[in-house]
C-alpha cells in the first residue's frame, strides 16, 4: 500500500487478555516506530527497529509490552495481561532512512485504539 | 531534549495566514525544530523542520530566530482542513525519538 497501515483498526479487550497489535510499514522503509497515545496526549515512544534490529526499547512501560520485526519489515507489538491503563492509541511509523541520521521524516499510520474493560 | 512551550489553543481566520509560536529557549547547538500535525482520528503528519535557517516547503514556512530560543510555523493561508493539533519539538541530531508535548490545538474558523 502507499502508506502504513495498522491492524485491527479497533480492539476491545477484557482486562488480562493478550492483544497482539500489527504494522505494515511502507516498503523499502529501514526505521520503524511505536507509539503510544492516551486520551488528550501526545504520542509517547515505545520502542525503534532498524530493520529487524529492536535498537531501543526504553519507552516500553512494562515486561508486558513486547515488539517485533522479525524479517525487517512488519512489526507486532504485543501486550500481555492488558489492564485498564494500556487503553490508548497505538501508533506505528516508519521512515526511509536510518533515524540517526535525523533527516527522514516519519510516515505515522492512523493508529490502532485499543480499549481494555 | 529541550523542552518546547506552545499555547493551548488557538483560534486562526479561514484564508488568512496563521501563525503558531513556539519556544525553546533551552536548545542546544544540536537539536533540531520539527514540526508535526495531527487532525482528529489521524496519526501525526510531519510538516516541516529546520535548524538555524528559515525553511519553507509546500505546506509552510519556518521562521527560526537568530537566537533560536523560539520558532514560528507560518500556515499562509489557512483552510478548515488545517484545523489540527500542531507539535514543536527539539529533536537532537542522532536522535531516533520524537518527544510530542500535548501541542497546540488549532482551530480554523470560517
Known amino acids: 500500500g502507499a502508506g502504513v497501515s495498522q491492524s485491527p483498526r479497533y480492539k476491545v479487550a477484557k482486562r488480562g487478555q493478550d492483544v497482539a497489535l500489527r504494522c505494515d510499514p511502507i516498503?523499502?522503509?529501514?526505521?520503524l516506530f511505536w507509539y503510544q497515545q492516551a486520551l488528550g496526549q501526545g504520542p509517547e515512544f515505545l520502542t525503534y527497529f532498524q530493520n529487524e534490529a529492536q535498537l531501543d526499547k526504553s519507552g516500553l512501560p512494562s515486561d508486558r509490552f513486547f515488539a517485533e520485526r522479525p524479517e525487517g519489515s512488519v512489526s507486532t507489538l504485543k501486550i500481555q495481561r492488558t489492564q485498564q491503563e494500556d487503553s490508548a492509541v497505538y501508533l506505528c511509523a516508519s521512515s526511509l532512512v536510518v533515524a540517526g541520521g535525523n533527516t527522514g521524516e516519519l510516515f505515522f499510520g492512523e493508529g490502532s485504539r485499543l480499549t481494555v474493560l | 531534549d529541550a523542552k518546547t512551550t506552545q499555547p493551548t489553543s488557538m483560534d486562526c481566520a479561514e484564508g488568512r495566514a496563521a501563525n503558531l509560536p513556539c519556544n525553546h529557549s533551552?536548545?542546544?547547538?544540536?537539536?533540531?525544530v520539527y514540526w508535526y500535525r495531527q487532525i482528529h482520528s489521524q496519526g501525526p503528519q510531519y510538516i516541516i523542520h529546520?535548524?538555524?535557517n528559515n525553511e519553507t516547503n509546500e505546506m509552510a514556512s519556518l521562521i527560526i530566530t537568530e537566537d533560536r530560543k523560539s520558532s514560528t510555523l507560518i500556515l499562509p493561508h489557512a483552510t478548515l482542513r488545517d484545523t489540527a493539533v500542531y507539535y514543536c519539538i527539539a529533536r537532537p541530531y542522532g536522535n531516533n525519538r520524537l518527544a510530542f508535548g500535548k501541542g497546540n490545538q488549532v482551530v480554523v474558523i470560517p
Open positions: 529546520g535548524l538555524k
Open positions: 533551552t536548545i542546544s547547538g544540536n537539536e533540531y
Open positions: 516498503s523499502g522503509h529501514v526505521s
